[in-house]
Structures are given as structure tokens and as C-alpha cells.
């Protein structure tokens, strides 16, 4: 059984508009997810639609086994995915930290001491000192918040996250703080990871799955290589591939593979072709059309 | 998104894509707000306000709001009922000057009972008036209404600036639900009290968001040179570009004035005659006599 | 003359410990294109809205140093007069929406200044064209797209056509369609209409081949001020703090440490397509 099974989902809000049209869909579990899409593409609609948080208007949204449509599921539900929403600000609604993180494992039954453990486990795996506990919410920086909001989520010990927008308004670092922490609850934890991001250097560099929305509609599944290789069906949602990944297809050089996707690999495609080239063929023609050669190095095959 | 043909959404309803009240100058329509709304304080008779709902209800119609989208207001009505009902069953006043009347093992005071039920019609007849006027207007029909009245600007923009906020907490009070929802609580499950507790944490991240966005506003209203005065920095006056766009004609002074006309003429019969006051009801009479009192 | 220029300029929010601000000096030419750039917190959103006034005139601290627009102290220059000198838009389009249609939105600035009606009307005919959202205007601002909102927002302050133009990261918040049109906008107003324009980006890739001039923010000081191609030669001091610029002129410039090429850093994807047939072993066909 897959962690996530969705047929035929179609949503419509109540002013009758469309969100989503017919999707099909599965999840298995441990995988890491970008769902990607202009706005106004569903693609927040179908990820609260795969928390359960909006049913579906027809169709059928299956978590672990339990169908997001019946009702009182809720607990069973959170236990299974959680949602982070993109401004932590909504999802705040304690007083202190503690009792922030403690909120769900409350609302689920969990009494101390095992509430406890829970929660300064869920915080120590977010990044929350304990120190914070006592503090409110509001007056932390935004990453800290959103931190705290990952972690409350944690402390229910769901099987798979989904983190609306994770880096909007983040610098760099800040970025790859928080992809590198999500990493981690995936790797070591064995979380499923599904993210909702404009971000496409994101999604290159963490996500191993990519889902492109259009229109209501999946128009693109596959691993993120094969999707950035598709630039044209990409256009169509107004996405683009990374910089280096429209320079690798524009360049066509047969050197370079043409699903590179970050500075490194396209550097050190570039320079085996340019060095390869130089010294296997001084006229630089017949070198390109040589598969053994023409493979940079660091990439396969897919 | 695919928008649907019929319909758009507004801060605080959804108005038809198309519909025969937009032919009328926002004031008109702002006079169909106050007649609807505010005739229903003048008449005791419920027969009467049950009259102007039908009527209203008819504009409904004629003004093509789609019957279905007015389902989420059903809530609101049993919730006003109820509270009206249980007052008036709780705190009856002085037993002594009432009338009880035995009624399935309850002990009910009619006066009382009647005071909740005619009052509950009138605060209908009122509250349908103006979602009439909230399912046919959108933000900006609200705005040249109060601005062709000439309010000064600042009341006009800070109606707008509220009914805005408005539309955004209520935004934010349905994501912090989700977002209390993907935390496990289960509204269904929850016990009156605990319910209540639950509306008073709502608070906390309401307050975080309105604060935030309060700072926010008063940076944007001076970087686009806004003075509370209203008044630009030269000394001369604030242009109305808006207002200034839109034209009455005489369909719409004819329709605004017979409107009104008809408000005074009922206000007046009402405080003159007792044409509307509950004793020339006949339905109450009717009830009276059913339950013998009287 | 200079459009903007501050010299000395430190500046501590109040309850702060550090200043956010340190001892900035900038001056920036009439007509200029200038990105500043630098990691969070640096102070790059402080330095902007010095330039617009909003320190001190409505954010509380402590500011020590002038801050001149054409030559003008910008704290004594009343908030009408400077609308119309300078504007700045937001990194949050809907946090700075105050109206509730888009026209009304367009129009509010224009009103405060109180230009004649006609005027009005051909200046948000102008910018609901340039920015694209004429079919809008009788929309809720809320109610429409992110990068909708933030053309609404650009769209609202160019109306008043100022000389000056600041954006605060304004492709943060919506979607890669909706970031190519804010820098097409922004194109179109530095190629057509001369406007000196300041923008904070960490999308360095989409306003690098547009800008004159790159400045570099880290912790609350001007670390450096030069022309792009000259600034992202120094790919580790960028890199170290965590400030990245386009793939392509990454990409050149390792080539370049390599002994492997030899010309400008290209800025773009077309730039970075001709600098690659102009490598003499490479793109062999």
C-alpha cells in the first residue's frame, strides 16, 4: 500500500471556482517531494487536500489507508501528515513555546511524562533550544517561529510532512538551513518530505521528485533531472529550469549532459569537453561525436 | 484558477457576475441598504416583517444571488434564534405580571416569548436587507456610495480600511482553524466550554497578524504620501477620481427617493397609528387564542 | 547632480543594541540601475528605507549622518512631496494595500497629491498598461494572484511617476511568471523613462543584467560598490557570505580561475550562450 493514494480529485471552492480537476496521484513512503506551479495552479489546494485539511469535492484522498473524506479522522490523520503552513504566525496559538510544541500531543491524548519526551524531542529535532520554552511565539525572529511550527508538527509524530513555501522571504542561508534540516528528517529519520516552492534552485539541489501543477492538473511527474530536462512542457507552467541547466541545453554541447543542475556539474562538464576536446582532436570536431568522451564526469545516466 | 462565470467573491460574500442592481448608482443602492435595513425597527408586526423578507427575498431573486450561496448564513439564524429563545425561556422578568402558559411540561411566560419571536422576525427582516446588499455590491460600490454622500475621505477610507480588515480576519480566522485542524483538534468532539477556551486562543495569533499588519499600513500610507489631514502636502484639496466617475441619473433619483419617500411615510404611520404595532396582528391574536390567553 | 547620496549615515532601531546602519556612504547618480545585495539581516532593507525616509520619520531610533534626495534633507521633505520624488515598493504587495479595488488602489497616492482628474485618469491608464493590469481594476487587491498584487503594487507607485524608484524585494513573495514580468517592468521604466532605480534582491540572476552598479551590504556597512561583471569576480568573498550571483558568471568564473577563459563575466543566458562560442577549444559543432 502506498503512503499516499489519490484518484481522480477534483476540488471546487464555493464562489465555483475550479482548484483542481482530476488528479491522480501516489506517494510512497520516504520519498522528497517539490510540488511546483504557478500560482493559482492548485497547488496549495492539493497539498491541504493531501492533509486532509480540505475534502475533496469528488474523488478520493487516501493517507495510510485512511480516506481524508470521513469524518472524525482528524486524529488519525495528523498522525499520519502533517501540514506547515507558510506563515507561521497562523499556526501559533500558545502562549509559550512549550505549550506550543505540547499543543498536538495534547489534542491527541498523550499525558506526561511521555508528552514531555515528545516534546523536547520534537523541539531538539527542530533546532528549539529549551531555553526558548518559557518565551512567546511572537516576539521570536521568523525562522525561529517557523522552526517552532515544524516542530509542533513533529510532535505528532507524523510519517509525512508538508511544508507550504519553506524559504519565501529566507536569504540563502537561511534557505539552506532549513532544506538541510528537512533533509536530515528525511534521511536519518525516514520521514516523507513534500514541499509546495517557487524556489527551482531548491528544488534542484534537495528535492528527488518533482510534480508540476497546471491549470488544476499534473503536467509534469518524474525525478527532478528528467522534469528540468523537459523545458518545453516546463514553459507551460512558467517555470525555468536552473540558470546552469537552460545553459547546458542552449549551449547543446554533447560534452555536457543536458540535465546538470548545479554550477558544479555544469563546470565540470565544461571542462572536460573543453580539455578533452583540445587534446583528443585538434580541430575539435570529431571529438564531440565520440559517446565515451563526450560524457562529463560526476554525471550518469539516468 | 478558472474563474466560473456567475459569480465573484468579495471581502465579505460572493455577488452575481451579473445582475439587474448594477444598473443603479452605488448611493442606490446604499438607499435599498437603509430602507431594507431600517424599516424593520419601525414595525412590531411580525406578519409585515415577514412581508419585507418575502420581498426581500424576491430582490434576491431578481437580482440573480444564487439561493445556494445564501446557505452559510443558516447557521447564523438558528445561533440567533436560539439565543433569543433561551433568554427569553431563562430571564422571563417579573412572573408575576406574566402570563404562563403550559406548554409540552415546560413552563413558558408568553409575553415574553412573543417579545423574542417578534423581535427575531424584525432583526431578520433587517439582517436579510443588508445581506442583499452585501450579495449584490462589491468593495468598490460600497466606497463611491459613501463617498458621493460626501463623508469626508477620512470616514469613507476608514470604512473601507475596516470592512478590508474585516475580510482579512476573517482570512486568517479560517487558515488558524486549518491550521488548529492539522494539530489534531477535532471541533466535533470539543464540549461547550472547551469551545469557548478555543475562541479565546484564537486571539493570540489574530492579534500577532493584525499587529504586524498595522505596521506595515501606517509605513505604506506615508510612503504614498498620505497626511492624516487628508489634505495634500500643497495646501490644495484632495482629488476624488473615483467618485468623480461615476454619474447618477434619473432612474436613480426616482428609485432613491421613492424609497425613502416610503421609509418616512412608514416611520411616520408607525409613530402616529398603531397600524404596526403588535396588538393589530392578527397572527399574534391568532396564537393568543390557540394557546387561550387573552 | 546625485539623486541620492548619504553620507555618514548610522542608525539603531530603538531597544537594539547594534545599530543596523553603520557609517554608509552612497552616493547614486541620476538614471542609475543599482542592486544592493548581501545576506539577510545585513541591513539592506534599513539602507532603502533611509533613502525613502521611513527611518526616522516613521520608524523610532536613533540616526546619526544626512540623508539627501536631489539635494534635499529627505526628514524635512513633507510625505506629499516626497511621493512624488520617490518610490518604494514593498517586499509584502498586500501588506501595503490600503484600498479595496485595484484602481482605487492606484489612485490613492495620486488623490493625496491632488492632481486634476484628467491627470488622474491618464496616469493610471499609464501605469495599469506598463505594469500590465488594466483588466484588473475594478478587482479586490487581495483577491488576484501574488504576482498580480505586486504589479498592482508597482503599478501604484509608478502612477505618481517619481524620479526615484525603490523596490524592496519585489519578486520574493510570487511565482517564476510573475518574477519575469516585475523585471520586464522594471526594464521598461529604466530603458523608456529614465527613472533611477534602486532594487534589494536576492534573485541576483534576474536583475544583474540590468543593474550599472551592485552594491553589497554585510552587516550593516557598504562593503563594496561596483559594476556587476567587476563585483561577482570575487566569487569566494560573495560565496562566503552566502551571497550568490548568477549561475552563469559562476560558471565563467571558475572557468576563468581555471586558466580556461579569458573575457568579461557574462551576466545572462545570452550573454553566457556567446561567451561559450567565444571559448576558442570549446562548443565544437
Known sequence: MSLLEVNDLTFQYEDGTSALRGIDFTVEEGEFIALIGQNGSGKTTFAKSLAGLLRPTTGRVVVDGIDTARKGVIKELVRRIGYVFQNPDHQ?????VYDEIAYGPTNLGIDDPERDEIVREAAAAAGVREALFTEHPFFLTKGLRQRIAIASTLAMRPKAIIVDEPTTGQDYRQSAEIMTFLTRLWRDEGHTIIIVTHEMPIVAAYAQRVVALCEGRILLDGTTRDVFARPDELRRTFVKPPQVTRLAQAWGDPGIASDVITVEELVDGAVSSIVGRSSASPAGISGGTDPASARGPGRKGQ | MARSEFAKKTLLGIVPADSP?????????????????????????????????????????????RMSDLKKYRLLLVTVALFMFIVAYLAPGDKAQLTPVRLVGLTLYWEPMRWAFVSYVRLMAMLFGAILYFSTNRERDVLVGLRTLRLPFQVSYVAGLSLRSAGM???????????????????????????????????????????????????????RGYTLSGRPGTGGKRTDYLRDKSVLRVRDWVVSFGLLGTFVVIAIVSRTTGVFSIQASPLIGFVEQLLGIG | ???????????????????????????????????????????????????????????????????????????????????????????????????????????????????????????????????????????????????QKQRVAIA?????????????????????????????????????????????????????????????????????????????????????RDVHPPQVSQVFGRLRERGLYRGELPLSDEEGFASWRTLPEGAAR
Request: charged share 25%; proline share 6%.
Open chain 1, 92 to 96: 501559533l496559538f500558545n502562549n509559550n
Open chain 2, 21 to 65: 442592481f448594477y444598473a443603479f448608482h452605488p448611493v442606490t443602492r446604499l438607499a435599498f441598504l437603509f430602507v431594507l435595513s431600517v424599516t424593520p425597527m419601525f414595525i412590531d408586526r411580525p406578519e409585515i416583517n415577514l412581508a419585507i423578507i418575502a420581498m426581500t427575498f424576491g430582490l434576491f431573486w431578481w437580482g440573480r444571488v
Open chain 2, 169 to 223: 480576519f476573517m482570512e486568517d480566522f479560517a487558515t488558524i482553524r486549518e491550521a488548529e485542524q492539522a494539530r489534531a483538534l477535532d471541533l466535533d468532539a470539543l464540549s461547550l466550554r472547551e469551545k469557548v477556551k478555543l475562541y479565546t486562543m484564537y486571539t493570540v495569533p489574530l492579534f500577532a497578524v493584525a499587529l504586524r499588519r498595522a505596521d506595515e499600513i501606517s509605513a505604506a500610507l506615508y510612503a
Open chain 3, 1 to 147: 547632480m546625485n539623486a541620492i547620496e548619504l553620507s555618514g549615515v548610522t542608525w539603531r532601531y530603538e531597544h537594539a543594541k547594534e545599530p543596523a546602519l553603520v557609517d554608509v556612504d552612497l552616493a547614486i547618480p541620476e538614471g542609475e540601475f543599482v542592486l544592493v545585495i548581501g545576506p539577510n539581516e545585513a541591513g539592506k532593507t534599513t539602507l532603502v528605507s533611509a533613502i525613502k525616509g521611513l527611518i526616522p520619520n516613521s520608524i523610532t531610533g536613533v540616526l546619526k549622518g544626512d540623508v539627501l534626495v536631489f539635494g534635499e534633507r529627505v526628514e524635512s521633505i513633507k510625505p506629499p512631496v516626497l511621493a512624488k520624488q520617490i518610490g518604494f515598493v514593498f517586499a509584502d504587495p498586500e501588506s501595503q494595500f490600503t484600498a479595496l479595488t485595484v484602481e482605487e488602489e492606484i489612485v490613492f497616492g495620486l488623490e493625496n497629491v491632488g492632481w486634476p482628474r484628467e491627470t488622474i485618469g491618464k496616469r493610471v491608464e499609464w501605469a495599469a498598461r506598463i505594469t500590465g493590469v488594466e483588466d484588473l481594476l475594478d478587482k479586490p487587491p487581495y483577491d488576484i494572484s501574488g504576482g
Open chain 3, 156 to 240: 501604484s507607485v509608478i502612477a505618481m511617476q517619481p524620479r526615484i524608484l525603490i523596490l524592496d524585494e519585489p519578486t520574493a513573495m510570487i511565482d517564476p511568471l510573475g518574477k519575469d514580468l516585475v523585471v520586464r517592468i522594471c526594464a521598461e521604466l529604466k530603458n523608456d523613462h529614465d527613472m533611477t532605480i534602486v532594487v534589494v534582491e536576492h534573485n541576483i540572476e534576474a536583475f544583474a543584467p540590468l543593474a550599472d552598479k551592485v552594491v553589497m551590504v554585510n552587516e550593516g556597512r557598504v562593503e563594496r560598490v561596483a559594476p556587476p561583471r567587476e563585483i561577482f569576480r570575487d566569487l569566494d568573498y560573495l560565496l562566503a
